[in-house]
């Protein structure tokens, strides 16, 4: 018989975090078919927002600190893996995946998905807490590729609000996330293009940001929020390399349009191809000597744009198409 009283309280190495995709926004479908999350932390916090009582008293005391809102957000940090984050872009990108196979998927300014997000914690004795957020919506992604490293991400979200409870949601299942490997910036980066520069650099990290700009929508008589609205769609990022030549100096300094394009993945059939067909160099392009004993290094920043090239334009600013060979 186990031995109990050994815990002091729940873990967090043994949290789960699941999710399941709402048909109309902030309701939990029946019997919801619930997919466990692969991630390395996550911050998601309801919050209460409060107005505290501006009456005068004689006694000098607070008369009230009223509740007056509540919202739900946070982010959710990730190492990459083939397919654990799929219906998680399709968030981001207010857009499906499609085209042959159902295995493309570009930015775009649809409906939206959005979802449910369940954190299950296991208690000392035996039974486990669920804190649940509802109405979530990915609101950006960050991603980093670092030459020697795993590589990382994080998703912020944002929604509604949510609830607790000591019991699964009746009919509830849960579905074990993918358990492809974990990808790597060494061995599972490839296909590297930069359109619009003379010779291909060679490339230290990659930074990928995209944001939905999204605000939370309030109204008179709701104490949560009642919706979300979208801004613009923004790609944003850094490409660091090594000065072996003046090509990225010299398209840098031309304000020449650039394509980005790269393959991430661990196996054939298994890899993500990540486009920013119309990348604009922005910033300061460093290529500076900052000390003894360094590499001499360019850094360039870019901002993605709807997509001007010629031939086929995806007629959008980003496209990631998976299952690639």
């Given at each position: 018989m186990p031995t109990t009283g050994i815990r002091a309280g729940a873990n967090s190495s043994d949290t789960r975090l699941a999710i399941v995709k709402e048909t109309a926004w902030a309701v939990v479908p029946a019997n919801p078919a619930f997919q466990a999350l692969r991630f390395t932390s996550e911050n998601?916090?309801?919050?209460?927002?409060?107005?505290?009582?501006?009456e005068i008293r004689p006694d000098r005391n607070v008369v009230d600190e009223i509740l007056t809102g509540r919202s739900v957000a946070g982010p959710i940090g990730f190492e990459l893996s083939y397919g654990a984050l799929d219906m998680l872009l399709e968030s981001l990108f207010f857009s499906e995946w499609g085209g042959t196979g159902s295995n493309t998927i570009k930015n775009g300014a649809g409906l939206g998905q959005s979802f449910t997000a369940e954190r299950t914690l296991r208690l000392p004795g035996g039974t486990s807490h669920y804190t649940r957020f509802n109405g979530l919506v990915v609101n950006s992604l960050s991603l980093d590729i670092t030459a020697g490293a795993l590589v990382t991400g994080s998703m912020d979200v944002m929604g509604k609000f949510g609830?607790?409870?000591?019991?699964?949601?009746?009919?509830?299942?849960?579905?074990?996330?993918?358990?492809?490997?974990?990808?790597?910036?060494?061995t599972h980066f490839a296909g590297l293009t930069i359109a619009g520069v003379a010779e291909a650099p060679i490339v230290r990290s990659i930074s990928l940001n995209i944001t939905n700009n999204l605000r939370a929508q309030r109204a008179v008589g709701d104490l949560d929020n009642i919706g979300m609205g979208l801004g613009q769609f923004e790609v944003t990022g850094s490409v660091e390399a090594y000065f072996?030549?003046?090509?990225?100096?010299?398209?840098?300094?031309?304000?020449?349009?650039?394509?980005?394009?790269f393959a991430l993945g661990t196996e054939a059939g298994k890899k993500y191809q990540f486009s920013v067909p119309t990348a604009v160099p922005t910033g300061s392009p460093g290529g500076n000597a900052n000390g003894n004993d360094d590499d001499m290094m360019q850094t360039f920043d870019f901002t993605g744009v709807l997509d001007r090239t010629s031939g086929t334009p995806i007629g959008a600013t980003i496209q990631i198409v998976r299952g690639v060979s």
């Open positions: 998601l916090q309801p919050a209460k927002e409060t107005t505290r009582s501006g609830g607790a409870g000591t019991t699964a949601i009746a009919g509830a299942t849960y579905a074990d996330a993918p358990q492809n490997r974990v990808i790597n910036a060494a072996k030549s003046g090509s990225l100096l010299d398209a840098f300094l031309a304000h020449t349009d650039l394509g980005l394009q």
